[in-house]
């Protein structure tokens, strides 16, 4: 790079260095953001005043103090309203949207249903269509829209935003460059990320969730599949071929007769799926005669059976619902040692349908996890489950896109 070059692009990163420093503090004043800074008030204002004009920061007041000459000086404002971001999820059967400012405030959010499998040409659409109407409803000005994100289940290289398989969408075939198809449908400006939920997930627990002072993180999300999202140092890891964190494929019972759906038997993500719990009641169903759950666990009243009737049996100490989540617990267990040895987190945030499992559910994890662990680390990891719920991903896209913008 030529020197002029340069310096451009060391103006710009000063810049985005002093911008940062407000965004951080909210509000500070001249003489404030230079010392924080380390330089003087003039480039401060002159800074200030290019941001103003963009729409990222306002006049909030005056100081008290007077400077030489008697002039009060300005206080500063990061804008938080300056800009808007978009997040979206594809999970088997919906497409979840929202809109955020530029603090990750939600400020709508909609869902469209998604059928099975449905077309790639169609999900599509229901995108392009979410976003029209959460621009439509929320009344905001299209131009302000700094970017979308989007996440799907399913192995995704973020770089170049193609999804390689979506296991919930295999009509679509494979390495499907989704951010293109929508890049070429949606005004210039809007920039336009891709990844797997999970990464989102963790980001948003992060940035908004239990994970806040947290620099390496894991997020588990199971119950139907597996994925997970990796934060180590701050920073979302993907690994080489872009499958890092891919931990629901680790084989941990190779003695296990459920299939997964990738092909191999006693993956993590099917030891404590909840159709091996469901396959746990029906086997011991008649050992357990008295149990609440009984007359559900015919062989078609259990495909309706809903988890959440499990865990109510499980919190009123049935005698089956207590073996079968026991056995789940022990497999969650031995996957969340390995995951500890793995990434040596500060914490692991649990999503999922297991959230809905209670606390108890949680504690005996922990103390199994506790038992099985190598002796120095197993009072370190906290084992959570999430506060974000359902709106984790969502939320976590739209703030990695603003995370993106200030970058
Ligand atoms: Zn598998």
């Given at each position: 790079?030529?020197?002029?070059?340069?310096?451009?692009?060391?103006?710009?990163?000063?810049?985005?260095?002093?911008?940062?420093?407000?965004?951080?503090?909210?509000?500070?004043?001249?003489?404030?953001?230079?010392?924080?800074?380390?330089?003087?008030?003039?480039?401060?204002?002159?800074?200030?005043?290019?941001?103003?004009?963009?729409?990222?920061?306002?006049?909030?007041?005056?100081?008290?103090?007077?400077?030489?000459?008697?002039?009060?000086?300005?206080?500063?404002?990061?804008?938080?309203?300056?800009?808007?971001?978009?997040?979206?999820?594809?999970?088997?059967?919906?497409?979840?949207?929202?809109?955020?400012?530029?603090?990750?405030?939600?400020?709508?959010?909609?869902?469209?249903?998604?059928?099975?499998?449905?077309?790639?040409?169609?999900?599509?659409?229901?995108?392009?269509?979410?976003?029209?109407?959460?621009?439509?409803?929320?009344?905001?000005?299209?131009?302000?829209?700094?970017?979308?994100?989007?996440?799907?289940?399913?192995?995704?290289?973020?770089?170049?935003?193609?999804?390689?398989?979506?296991?919930?969408?295999?009509?679509?075939?494979?390495?499907?460059?989704?951010?293109?198809?929508?890049?070429?449908?949606?005004?210039?400006?809007?920039?336009?990320?891709?990844?797997?939920?999970?990464?989102?997930?963790?980001?948003?627990?992060?940035?908004?969730?239990?994970?806040?002072?947290?620099?390496?993180?894991?997020?588990?999300?199971?119950?139907?599949?597996?994925?997970?999202?990796?934060?180590?140092?701050?920073?979302?890891?993907?690994?080489?071929?872009?499958?890092?964190?891919?931990?629901?494929?680790?084989?941990?019972?190779?003695?296990?007769?459920?299939?997964?759906?990738?092909?191999?038997?006693?993956?993590?993500?099917?030891?404590?799926?909840?159709?091996?719990l469901?396959?746990i009641l029906?086997s011991n169903k008649d050992s357990f005669k008295d149990s609440i759950l009984y007359?559900?666990l015919?062989?078609?009243?259990?495909?309706?059976?809903?988890?959440?009737?499990i865990f109510n049996a499980y919190k009123l100490k049935d005698k089956l619902a207590i073996f079968a989540m026991q056995d789940?617990i022990?497999?969650?267990?031995?996957?969340?040692?390995?995951?500890?040895?793995?990434?040596?987190?500060?914490?692991?945030?649990?999503?999922?349908?297991?959230?809905?499992?209670?606390?108890n559910?949680?504690?005996e994890?922990?103390?199994?996890?506790?038992?099985?662990?190598?002796?120095?680390?197993?009072?370190?990891?906290?084992?959570?489950?999430?506060?974000?719920?359902?709106?984790?991903?969502?939320?976590?896209?739209?703030?990695?896109?603003?995370?993106?913008?200030?970058?």
């Open positions: 790079m030529n020197p002029i070059g340069r310096q451009k692009v060391l103006k710009q990163l000063n810049r985005k260095r002093i911008l940062n420093l407000l965004r951080e503090a909210n509000e500070l004043s001249v003489a404030e953001l230079a010392e924080k800074a380390n330089l003087s008030k003039p480039t401060i204002m002159k800074v200030m005043n290019y941001y103003i004009e963009k729409g990222l920061v306002i006049i909030s007041g005056k100081g008290s103090s007077t400077e030489e000459g008697g002039k009060k000086p300005n206080i500063y404002k990061f804008n938080k309203n300056g800009g808007y971001s978009v997040g979206m999820a594809i999970t088997a059967s919906k497409l979840k949207s929202i809109i955020t400012n530029l603090q990750g405030d939600i400020l709508l959010n909609i869902e469209q249903s998604l059928k099975a499998n449905e077309e790639l040409d169609s999900v599509i659409n229901k995108i392009l269509d979410s976003f029209n109407l959460l621009i439509e409803k929320a009344n905001i000005d299209i131009k302000k829209v700094i970017g979308v994100g989007v996440g799907i289940y399913g192995l995704t290289d973020y770089d170049h935003g193609i999804v390689f398989y979506s296991p919930h969408y295999s009509s679509w075939g494979k390495n499907i460059p989704i951010r293109n198809m929508l890049k070429k449908r949606l005004p210039k400006n809007i920039d336009m990320i891709v990844d797997n939920l999970p990464r989102f997930q963790v980001f948003a627990e992060k940035t908004f969730g239990a994970a806040k002072q947290a620099k390496s993180v894991v997020s588990i999300f199971a119950g139907y599949g597996l994925g997970s999202g990796i934060l180590i140092n701050d920073d979302i890891v993907r690994g080489h071929h872009k499958i890092l964190g891919e931990v629901g494929h680790m084989i941990i019972n190779p003695y296990e007769e459920l299939k997964c759906l990738c092909g191999a038997k006693g993956c993590f993500e099917v030891m404590v799926s909840v159709d091996r469901k396959k029906y007359n559900n015919t062989e078609e009243a259990i495909k309706d059976l809903k988890p959440e009737e789940i022990n497999w969650f267990a031995i996957g969340l040692s390995n995951i500890i040895l793995i990434y040596d987190p500060q914490m692991i945030i649990l999503h999922g349908i297991y959230t809905k499992a209670g606390d559910f949680l504690k994890i922990r103390n199994k996890v506790e038992a099985i662990s190598l002796a120095s680390i197993k009072k370190e990891t906290k084992i959570l489950f999430s506060e974000l719920g359902d709106k984790a991903g969502v939320l976590g896209a739209a703030g990695y896109v603003i995370n993106k913008f200030f970058a």
